[in-house]
T-cell receptor, first 118, second 114 residues
Framework: AQKITQTQPGMFVQEKEAVTLDCTYD???????LFWYKQPSSGEMIFLIY??????QNATEGRYSLNFQKARKSANLVISASQLGDSAMYFC???????????????FGSGTQLTVLP | DSGVTQTPKHLITATGQRVTLRCSPR?????VYWYQQSLDQGLQFLIQ???????AKGNILERFSAQQFPDLHSELNLSSLELGDSALYFC?????????????FGPGTRLTVT
Protein backbone atom coordinates (compact mmCIF):
# COMPACT_ATOMS: atom_id res chain seq x y z
CA ALA A 1 0.00 0.00 0.00
CA GLN A 2 1.12 3.51 -0.68
CA LYS A 3 0.98 6.43 1.68
CA ILE A 4 1.68 10.12 1.25
CA THR A 5 2.30 12.38 4.23
CA GLN A 6 2.16 16.14 4.18
CA THR A 7 2.90 17.39 7.67
CA GLN A 8 2.28 21.10 7.09
CA PRO A 9 -1.46 21.87 7.16
CA GLY A 10 -0.73 25.54 6.51
CA MET A 11 2.22 27.65 5.39
CA PHE A 12 2.79 31.37 5.01
CA VAL A 13 5.35 32.99 2.73
CA GLN A 14 6.15 36.56 1.82
CA GLU A 15 5.64 37.56 -1.77
CA LYS A 16 8.79 37.08 -3.92
CA GLU A 17 10.34 34.68 -1.45
CA ALA A 18 10.86 30.94 -1.97
CA VAL A 19 8.91 28.31 -0.06
CA THR A 20 9.27 24.56 0.38
CA LEU A 21 6.27 22.31 0.86
CA ASP A 22 7.10 18.97 2.43
CA CYS A 23 6.02 15.56 1.21
CA THR A 24 7.15 12.14 2.36
CA TYR A 25 5.94 8.88 0.97
CA ASP A 26 5.94 5.20 1.70
CA UNK A 27 5.75 2.45 -0.88
CA UNK A 28 7.06 -1.01 -1.57
CA UNK A 29 6.80 -0.57 -5.32
CA UNK A 30 10.15 -0.66 -7.14
CA UNK A 31 9.22 2.26 -9.34
CA UNK A 32 6.67 4.98 -9.00
CA UNK A 33 5.76 8.50 -9.99
CA LEU A 34 5.37 11.51 -7.77
CA PHE A 35 3.12 14.44 -8.64
CA TRP A 36 2.21 17.80 -7.24
CA TYR A 37 -1.17 19.42 -7.84
CA LYS A 38 -2.45 22.87 -6.95
CA GLN A 39 -6.04 23.48 -5.91
CA PRO A 40 -7.03 27.16 -5.77
CA SER A 41 -10.15 28.27 -3.92
CA SER A 42 -12.14 27.83 -7.12
CA GLY A 43 -11.70 24.08 -6.68
CA GLU A 44 -10.03 22.81 -9.82
CA MET A 45 -6.97 20.56 -9.59
CA ILE A 46 -4.02 21.85 -11.59
CA PHE A 47 -1.07 19.59 -12.42
CA LEU A 48 2.25 21.24 -11.53
CA ILE A 49 5.14 18.81 -11.77
CA TYR A 50 6.09 15.14 -12.10
CA UNK A 51 9.09 13.15 -10.86
CA UNK A 52 9.78 9.53 -11.78
CA UNK A 53 11.50 7.41 -9.17
CA UNK A 54 14.32 6.50 -11.57
CA UNK A 55 14.83 9.99 -12.93
CA UNK A 56 18.40 11.06 -12.34
CA GLN A 57 17.66 14.75 -12.09
CA ASN A 58 15.16 16.65 -10.03
CA ALA A 59 12.19 17.86 -12.03
CA THR A 60 11.70 21.55 -12.73
CA GLU A 61 8.82 23.42 -14.33
CA GLY A 62 9.23 27.16 -14.40
CA ARG A 63 9.11 28.43 -10.80
CA TYR A 64 8.39 24.93 -9.51
CA SER A 65 11.05 22.40 -8.69
CA LEU A 66 10.87 19.08 -6.95
CA ASN A 67 13.54 18.24 -4.37
CA PHE A 68 13.56 14.47 -4.70
CA GLN A 69 15.51 12.51 -2.09
CA LYS A 70 14.84 8.85 -2.76
CA ALA A 71 16.70 7.46 0.23
CA ARG A 72 14.69 9.68 2.55
CA LYS A 73 11.49 9.03 0.59
CA SER A 74 10.79 12.70 0.29
CA ALA A 75 9.57 14.78 -2.65
CA ASN A 76 9.36 18.37 -1.52
CA LEU A 77 7.96 21.07 -3.78
CA VAL A 78 9.94 24.29 -4.00
CA ILE A 79 8.21 27.39 -5.31
CA SER A 80 10.59 30.22 -6.11
CA ALA A 81 9.65 33.90 -6.20
CA SER A 82 6.19 33.37 -4.70
CA GLN A 83 3.30 35.30 -6.18
CA LEU A 84 -0.06 36.20 -4.67
CA GLY A 85 -1.68 33.83 -7.17
CA ASP A 86 0.23 30.94 -5.64
CA SER A 87 -2.08 31.01 -2.62
CA ALA A 88 -3.85 27.66 -2.80
CA MET A 89 -3.96 24.13 -1.44
CA TYR A 90 -1.11 21.96 -2.66
CA PHE A 91 -1.34 18.19 -2.88
CA CYS A 92 1.44 15.68 -3.22
CA UNK A 93 0.44 12.43 -4.93
CA UNK A 94 1.96 9.11 -5.88
CA UNK A 95 1.27 6.52 -8.50
CA UNK A 96 2.76 3.02 -8.84
CA UNK A 97 4.40 1.82 -12.01
CA UNK A 98 2.60 -0.27 -14.58
CA UNK A 99 4.95 -3.17 -13.96
CA UNK A 100 4.08 -3.38 -10.29
CA UNK A 101 0.65 -4.69 -11.16
CA UNK A 102 -0.99 -2.16 -8.90
CA UNK A 103 -3.78 0.04 -10.04
CA UNK A 104 -2.68 3.27 -11.63
CA UNK A 105 -4.67 5.70 -9.60
CA UNK A 106 -3.15 8.54 -7.62
CA UNK A 107 -2.85 8.39 -3.86
CA PHE A 108 -2.97 11.87 -2.38
CA GLY A 109 -1.64 13.46 0.77
CA SER A 110 -3.81 15.63 2.98
CA GLY A 111 -2.55 18.84 1.42
CA THR A 112 -0.84 22.05 2.52
CA GLN A 113 -2.66 25.38 2.42
CA LEU A 114 -0.20 28.00 1.21
CA THR A 115 -0.87 31.66 1.79
CA VAL A 116 1.31 34.24 0.07
CA LEU A 117 1.46 37.55 1.96
CA PRO A 118 1.89 40.87 0.14
CA ASP B 1 -8.49 24.70 -18.98
CA SER B 2 -7.51 21.04 -18.66
CA GLY B 3 -9.73 19.85 -21.51
CA VAL B 4 -11.72 17.59 -19.18
CA THR B 5 -15.35 18.61 -18.81
CA GLN B 6 -17.74 17.68 -16.05
CA THR B 7 -21.43 18.33 -15.72
CA PRO B 8 -23.21 19.53 -13.75
CA LYS B 9 -20.99 21.92 -11.84
CA HIS B 10 -23.27 21.94 -8.81
CA LEU B 11 -25.92 19.50 -7.71
CA ILE B 12 -28.22 19.75 -4.73
CA THR B 13 -30.44 16.81 -3.92
CA ALA B 14 -32.14 15.08 -1.04
CA THR B 15 -31.23 11.97 0.89
CA GLY B 16 -32.33 8.76 -0.75
CA GLN B 17 -32.17 10.19 -4.25
CA ARG B 18 -30.07 9.09 -7.21
CA VAL B 19 -27.86 11.32 -9.35
CA THR B 20 -25.61 10.92 -12.37
CA LEU B 21 -22.39 12.83 -12.85
CA ARG B 22 -20.97 13.10 -16.32
CA CYS B 23 -17.39 13.42 -17.51
CA SER B 24 -15.85 13.94 -20.94
CA PRO B 25 -12.11 13.24 -21.01
CA ARG B 26 -9.53 15.17 -22.99
CA UNK B 27 -9.57 14.37 -26.67
CA UNK B 28 -7.71 11.12 -27.25
CA UNK B 29 -7.43 10.13 -23.58
CA UNK B 30 -8.50 6.54 -23.01
CA UNK B 31 -8.31 6.41 -19.23
CA VAL B 32 -10.85 8.00 -16.91
CA TYR B 33 -10.57 8.17 -13.14
CA TRP B 34 -13.14 9.26 -10.58
CA TYR B 35 -12.13 10.80 -7.25
CA GLN B 36 -14.10 12.04 -4.27
CA GLN B 37 -12.91 14.98 -2.18
CA SER B 38 -14.56 15.44 1.19
CA LEU B 39 -13.52 17.35 4.28
CA ASP B 40 -13.12 14.26 6.44
CA GLN B 41 -11.73 11.78 3.90
CA GLY B 42 -9.62 14.05 1.72
CA LEU B 43 -9.06 13.06 -1.90
CA GLN B 44 -9.91 9.43 -2.52
CA PHE B 45 -9.81 7.34 -5.64
CA LEU B 46 -13.12 5.72 -6.54
CA ILE B 47 -12.79 3.89 -9.84
CA GLN B 48 -10.90 3.82 -13.13
CA UNK B 49 -11.97 2.92 -16.65
CA UNK B 50 -9.68 2.33 -19.56
CA UNK B 51 -11.11 2.26 -23.07
CA UNK B 52 -14.51 1.18 -21.86
CA UNK B 53 -13.44 -1.42 -19.34
CA UNK B 54 -13.20 -1.15 -15.57
CA UNK B 55 -9.50 -1.18 -14.67
CA ALA B 56 -9.35 -0.51 -10.95
CA LYS B 57 -11.57 0.07 -7.96
CA GLY B 58 -10.79 2.07 -4.90
CA ASN B 59 -12.95 3.07 -1.96
CA ILE B 60 -16.17 3.07 -3.93
CA LEU B 61 -19.38 2.28 -2.11
CA GLU B 62 -21.74 -0.37 -3.46
CA ARG B 63 -24.33 2.37 -3.88
CA PHE B 64 -22.05 3.97 -6.44
CA SER B 65 -21.39 2.71 -9.94
CA ALA B 66 -19.75 3.99 -13.07
CA GLN B 67 -19.34 3.22 -16.71
CA GLN B 68 -17.39 4.43 -19.71
CA PHE B 69 -19.17 4.59 -23.04
CA PRO B 70 -17.83 3.88 -26.56
CA ASP B 71 -17.26 7.60 -27.12
CA LEU B 72 -15.09 7.47 -23.95
CA HIS B 73 -17.24 9.74 -21.82
CA SER B 74 -17.96 8.39 -18.38
CA GLU B 75 -20.80 8.59 -15.90
CA LEU B 76 -20.73 8.12 -12.15
CA ASN B 77 -24.04 7.04 -10.66
CA LEU B 78 -24.70 7.66 -6.98
CA SER B 79 -27.82 6.15 -5.46
CA SER B 80 -29.58 6.07 -2.08
CA LEU B 81 -27.72 9.25 -1.28
CA GLU B 82 -26.74 10.02 2.29
CA LEU B 83 -25.64 13.28 3.90
CA GLY B 84 -22.09 11.94 4.01
CA ASP B 85 -21.98 11.68 0.23
CA SER B 86 -21.79 15.46 0.00
CA ALA B 87 -18.42 16.11 -1.61
CA LEU B 88 -16.58 17.40 -4.64
CA TYR B 89 -16.38 14.69 -7.28
CA PHE B 90 -13.57 14.91 -9.77
CA CYS B 91 -13.06 13.15 -13.02
CA UNK B 92 -9.54 12.92 -14.40
CA UNK B 93 -8.21 11.56 -17.65
CA UNK B 94 -4.87 10.47 -18.98
CA UNK B 95 -3.68 9.33 -22.35
CA UNK B 96 -2.64 5.88 -21.26
CA UNK B 97 -1.81 3.96 -18.11
CA UNK B 98 1.86 4.80 -18.40
CA UNK B 99 3.53 5.95 -15.24
CA UNK B 100 4.64 9.35 -16.40
CA UNK B 101 1.37 10.39 -17.91
CA UNK B 102 -0.16 12.96 -15.64
CA UNK B 103 -3.84 12.92 -14.93
CA UNK B 104 -5.71 16.02 -15.99
CA PHE B 105 -8.60 16.89 -13.73
CA GLY B 106 -11.95 18.32 -14.64
CA PRO B 107 -13.45 21.24 -12.69
CA GLY B 108 -15.41 18.88 -10.47
CA THR B 109 -19.06 18.47 -9.55
CA ARG B 110 -20.00 19.72 -6.13
CA LEU B 111 -22.71 17.49 -4.71
CA THR B 112 -24.74 18.64 -1.74
CA VAL B 113 -27.12 16.15 -0.14
CA THR B 114 -29.71 17.73 2.16
Amino acid sequence: AQKITQTQPGMFVQEKEAVTLDCTYDTSDPSYGLFWYKQPSSGEMIFLIYQGSYDQQNATEGRYSLNFQKARKSANLVISASQLGDSAMYFCAMRPSVSSGSARQLTFGSGTQLTVLP
Amino acid sequence: DSGVTQTPKHLITATGQRVTLRCSPRSGDLSVYWYQQSLDQGLQFLIQYYNGEERAKGNILERFSAQQFPDLHSELNLSSLELGDSALYFCASSATDSLSYEQYFGPGTRLTVT
